[in-house]
């Protein structure tokens, strides 16, 4: 730190004493007019002598006027929506600049796979980010954390909040039930890329291919879409070493609001009292826990009812002990040179999390190469390389009954200790009838689950010009990555190693990838330049392998060996071990036509054959079609386009595929295990999976129609799409009967449908040398619906369903109407339920609540999105406003309702308080009560779980 704090004085020091010097050197006045090609004057043109900072920008005339040196020798001019300008300075002391409109969203250069597209020639639906763009979210700590927000039909799905939890993104809803519903991430080209293992800080931009039309170029992996990754390469001019580096704090921002020891004993004593029973600790003492009221001779009193007068000795705040402040760091050195013929770019990142619960860290060190270089005129090269290592824990992870450190953080009492003071640890069953759990804080102590990976990738590509409009472009790339799980448990953790006398296990696993790409791409034009086509024709062949193993024992007599000395353990588990591997050859075909520069027509074709597949269903097949008319090149269109600049229509439709099962699944399997037969351990081998040779790929229909405009020079942009995605033969794995001997299958089922709106507006509100208001808004709708399942209800989990007509994973719970009453005796009798039991509606009215009285109440799947980034920039600071909404779902909240139905068992929320009693009939809550009740603590997930967003 002493050291980054000296080069940035000495370079504050040098940037002074460098305009000092320019100062100091004789200036003269130079002024001038800045026009559009319309001649309206231009406000707030930037007006800079390049490569220096000396400048100034236009007045409400579109005039400056401004001091420069007397060796300036180029002046620089830049406005957003115009293309920048440089003049000669010379001996002019007058100048008149004309600026001219540049397309800056229509017309950017877009990564569509296997090659480039400029955004104005596409009719395919495609959404872009830009590097300095991923990197302004200072909270991001992977690329889809980065994207989050940013492109219309994306959502980023969080699948854990544990430091360097993974993430997912979601491109235009769940495409698939049992089969892989992630995108594919390519980067520079290399396909099937793990995005965990990219640092976004080298980033040059991100493409989304949503469409079929532009994802069938990737056929049966671009199903659930495809991200398209390109990294920064070295710029032109002598090397420079960049430094960039964040560090962040994490709180948490808000507790539960869980009982303190004092409420805690009330819910204790309306417990007992329901079951007409007395609190343990006022029959008996439990010094450990409570103060005793006593005489001077140390005698117990009583009160009138002959029970000990007791409080609490404790009140802890579980929450405040098990968790922290968490930092995080992320910093990252880079080195970029370039000339005519070579360009060079390398960065050495180091990433650092805590996780806000204690003992909880990720941490990652990455490499990046980044080499292009033209060794003729008609051949180039591309290398590209990736290395790394990363480690981090799962300490947080649960036991059998699902204990573990946050369970048990949230559920223990408050009137016991961490540590009592003898120095033992504070345990959740230490007050009679609570669950035997361990304590948190010694959990997160004695039990190790750590993990680490080192992660490898290369890329090779070469590019041979045959002629000035043909081109052969060949790719050779290489991914290996291995992971190593260890965990260790000390001897004697409740729910963990209590008989087993400590345990350690390892897991290694390592995988590789082959890809070789190789393709042709002709470029021209026809019919005297009205018409511009480009072609492309190529091969791809895949490998894939990987193999895992593992082992562990038990019974250690010393904890010093941790998991590094498996045969310390006298008790050995049983070793494991396993191969796959799968592989894919493809063809494809692309063809785009530009007519007048009005008219676009793209059509793709692509085969695919997998290895996962049966005999009888090898290969799949993925065409796409797609049309595009920039209206605005229209003469008729003229007139308006001082308002509205440019406007593209677009529609596209596709087929692509879903390739994403397990290994081997169309031929029948035998699964192995071992078990006591004679009194001696005895290996066996059982019928398992039921092969399926008829097995077909799971395919989408994808139909898009969308509008791309820029209003006023393309200060204002508006992007707009339609779709409608229909998968069919759905992949899914149904269960046998077990008169077959086997226990599953996959098959083909039915149909999903994913429907909806995009719309992305960005608006550069005020664009001036100093200050820049840009603001981007992003909307997204999208309906998940079951279209076709064969008449069958699928359970997908938590008390949802799968039903034709309805939406994917709807909740089908009970309907919880409150609680029954006193006035509600009889009746409540006909159910067997008493006042204070929870009380379901009875749909067919046959006094009985089954299955039948289970509805469809709402779905966890948002209707839609919006988000809107407000982005500040003033002299370099910059200050980003992210605004997030998402709308028209539910939640079902387990965790708070398992909190308020299991008195005694542990601590409780605060809500709980409002249980039934004969005073407080009108609740939802019912009656506290002794586990020994017949309704104690009903667990049936119902519909005042959920909660409507």
Same mark, same amino acid.
């Given at each position: ?674 078990? %006591? ?41 508006? %992007? ?31 149909? %999903? ?35 076709? %399942? ?160």
């Amino acid at each position: 730190m002493m050291l980054l704090l000296a080069l940035l004085l000495w370079g504050g020091v040098q940037a002074k004493a460098f305009s000092d010097s320019i100062l100091q050197q004789s200036e003269r006045t130079i002024s001038g007019l800045v026009t559009d090609e319309n001649g309206e004057p231009l406000i707030g043109v930037t007006v800079m002598v390049k490569g220096t900072r000396v400048g100034t920008t236009t007045n409400l005339d579109g005039v400056f006027t401004l001091k420069i040196p007397a060796n300036a020798g180029i002046l620089q001019f830049s406005y957003m929506g115009m293309k920048t300008r440089e003049l000669p300075i010379g001996s002019k002391s007058q100048f008149k600049v004309v600026m001219e409109s540049d397309a800056v969203l229509i017309d950017d250069v877009v990564v569509i796979g296997y090659g480039t597209r400029s955004k104005k020639d596409m009719s395919i639906s495609v959404s872009s980010v830009k590097g300095d763009e991923l990197n302004n979210r200072p909270s991001a700590f992977n690329i889809m954390q980065s994207v989050a927000g940013k492109v219309a039909g994306v959502q980023n799905i969080s699948m854990s909040g544990r430091p360097g939890g993974s993430s997912s993104l979601r491109v235009r809803g769940m495409g698939s039930i049992n089969a892989g519903k992630d995108p594919i991430y390519v980067l520079d080209g290399v396909i099937g890329v793990d995005p965990d293992i990219i640092n976004a800080a080298n980033v040059e931009s991100i493409d989304v291919l949503k469409d079929a039309a532009a994802t069938a170029m990737y056929g049966a992996q671009g199903s659930n879409g495809v991200v398209l990754i390109t990294t920064k390469k070295g710029k032109k001019g002598k090397g420079s070493i960049t430094y960039d580096g964040k560090v962040g704090f994490g709180f948490m921002n808000r507790k539960l609001d869980m009982l303190n020891a004092d409420e805690y004993m009330e819910v204790q004593r309306r417990a007992y009292a329901y079951s007409g029973q007395t609190m343990p600790h006022l029959t008996t003492p439990y010094e450990n826990l409570f103060y005793y009221a006593k005489d001077a001779s140390q005698n117990y009193q009583y009160d009138k009812n002959g029970l000990l007068i007791a409080s609490p000795k404790y009140n802890t705040d579980w929450q405040k002990a098990v968790t922290q402040t968490a930092m995080t760091n992320d910093h990252i050195l880079s080195f970029s040179s370039g000339n005519e013929d070579t360009s060079v770019y390398a960065s050495v990142g180091y990433q650092n999390q805590e996780g806000l619960i204690k003992e909880s860290v990720y941490e990652r060190y990455s490499a990046t190469l980044n080499v292009r270089t033209k060794i003729k005129d008609w051949f180039r090269i591309q290398l590209v390389g990736t290395v790394g290592s990363q480690k981090g824990n799962n300490n947080d992870m649960e036991g059998s009954f699902n204990q573990g450190a946050i369970r048990n953080m949230i559920e223990m009492p408050p009137i016991v200790p961490i540590k009592y003071d003898d120095g033992t640890w504070g345990r959740k069953h230490d007050y009679p009838l609570s669950e035997t759990a361990e304590n948190p804080l010694l959990l997160l102590q004695d039990r190790k689950n750590e993990w680490k990976s080192n992660f490898s990738l290369f890329s090779l590509n070469a590019t041979f010009d045959i002629t000035k409009k043909l081109t052969f472009t060949t790719q050779g790339d290489y991914q290996v990555s291995n992971r190593k799980e260890m965990s260790y448990a000390k001897a004697g953790l409740f729910d963990v190693s209590e008989n087993n006398g400590g345990y350690a296990d390892i897991k290694n696993s390592d995988s590789q990838k082959l890809t070789s790409e190789n393709y042709f791409t002709y470029t021209d034009t026809f019919f005297d330049g009205k018409l511009s086509s480009n072609f492309v024709l190529g091969a791809s062949w895949y490998y894939n392998h990987a193999e895992e193993s593992s082992s562990g024992s038990e019974q250690y007599f010393d904890d010093s060996f941790g998991y590094h000395n498996l045969s310390a353990g006298t008790t050995w588990h049983e070793p494991k071990s396993g191969m796959n591997q799968n592989t894919m050859n493809s063809y494809y075909f692309r063809m785009n036509h530009s007519f007048l520069d009005r008219y676009l027509l793209g059509f793709t074709f692509r085969v695919d054959g997998a290895s996962n597949f049966g005999m009888n269903n090898k290969y799949g097949y993925f065409p796409s079609v797609s049309a595009g008319w920039r209206i605005s090149e229209e003469k008729f269109f003229f007139p308006v386009k001082d308002v509205l600049s440019q406007m593209k229509l677009r529609a596209s439709y596709g087929i692509v595929g879903n390739a994403s099962i397990p290994n081997y699944r169309t031929i029948s399997q035998y699964s192995n295990g071992s078990t %006591i037969f004679n009194k001696a351990l005895t290996s066996y081998v059982v019928l398992s999976n039921l092969g399926n040779k008829d097995l077909k790929w799971e395919s989408s229909r994808q139909f898009n129609i969308g509008v791309d405009m820029s209003f006023w020079d393309n200060r204002l942009e508006v %992007i707009m799409d339609y779709y409608h995605k229909s998968t069919k033969d759905l992949l899914f794995e149904k269960q046998v009967p077990f008169t077959t001997g086997y226990t599953t299958t996959w098959t083909n089922l039915g149909e %999903i449908v994913n429907k909806g709106f995009e719309t992305t507006i960005t608006s550069r509100n005020i664009h001036t040398r100093d200050f820049m208001w840009v603001t981007d808004l992003v909307f997204s709708t999208n309906k998940l619906v079951v279209a076709d %399942i064969n008449g069958e209800t699928i359970d997908t989990g938590n008390n949802t369903i799968a039903r034709e007509g309805e939406k994917w994973a709807s909740y089908y719970v009970y309907k919880r109407l409150g609680t029954w009453g006193l006035a509600e005796v009889a009746e409540a009798a006909k159910y067997g339920k008493k006042p204070g039991d929870i009380k379901y509606e009875d749909v067919n009215k046959d006094y009985k609540i089954d299955e039948e009285d289970r509805q469809i109440m709402g779905s966890g799947t948002p209707k839609g999105s919006l988000t809107m980034v407000n982005t500040f920039t003033y002299k370099g600071l910059s200050l980003m406003v992210d605004l997030n909404y998402t709308y028209g779902f539910k939640i079902m909240d387990i965790t708070n309702s398992m909190l308020e139905n299991r008195p005694l068992y542990s601590n409780n929320v605060k809500s709980i308080l409002n249980a039934w009693t004969p005073e407080n009939q009108n609740t939802m809550i019912a009656a506290l009560r002794l586990p020994s009740d017949n309704y104690f603590g009903e667990n049936e997930k119902d519909s005042y779980m959920l909660h409507k967003r």
